[in-house]
Every structure is written in structure tokens, then in C-alpha cells.
């Protein structure tokens, strides 16, 4: 997978699970400008990505996530086995 594909693979994953429009997402939308993206959006989110992507994130690193960027880039450096 690329680096282009898993952008568009978690901006769909991102819509699902907040249940949010595909086209409302960027990289740059976080948890102060999606409303669904409280406390409860971000384990479902953070779930539904590690799922998606068979990757497993650190609570270390989940409570640093802040926007869809974030996590993209967490994804990648995860999947490239750091």
C-alpha cells in the first residue's frame, strides 16, 4: 500500500468511524474541528484504524494524536516496523 492509498484508505476509515462525510476529511481535520471527534470518536477512530491497517499503537502514542495527520504518519512509521 502507498503512501497516497493509505491517505485516501484512512480518511474513508475516518469517515465511517466518525461518522462523518468522506469529503468533510482532510489530513489536516483533528478533534477540534470534527464534531464527532470527542473522547469516545477517538478510541473508535484510533480502533477502527488499527484494525484497517493491522497496526497496534502504544497508549503513549494514541493520547498524542490530534489530527488525521497524526495518525497517517503514525501508520506509516508502523507499518515500515518502527
Wanted: net charge negative; proline share 2%; no cysteine.
Amino acid at each position: 500500500m502507498t503512501a497516497p492509498s493509505i491517505e485516501d484508505d484512512l480518511l474513508n476509515v475516518a469517515a465511517h468511524a466518525l461518522g462523518v462525510a468522506r469529503e468533510d476529511l482532510t489530513l489536516q481535520s483533528g478533534n477540534h474541528s470534527v464534531g464527532t471527534w470527542d473522547s469516545l470518536g477517538h478510541v473508535t477512530l484510533v480502533d477502527a484504524v488499527e484494525e484497517a491497517f493491522s497496526v497496534s499503537f502504544p497508549a503513549t502514542e494514541i493520547v498524542g494524536f490530534e489530527t488525521l495527520q497524526d495518525i497517517h504518519d503514525a501508520v506509516l512509521r508502523h507499518r515500515a516496523g518502527g
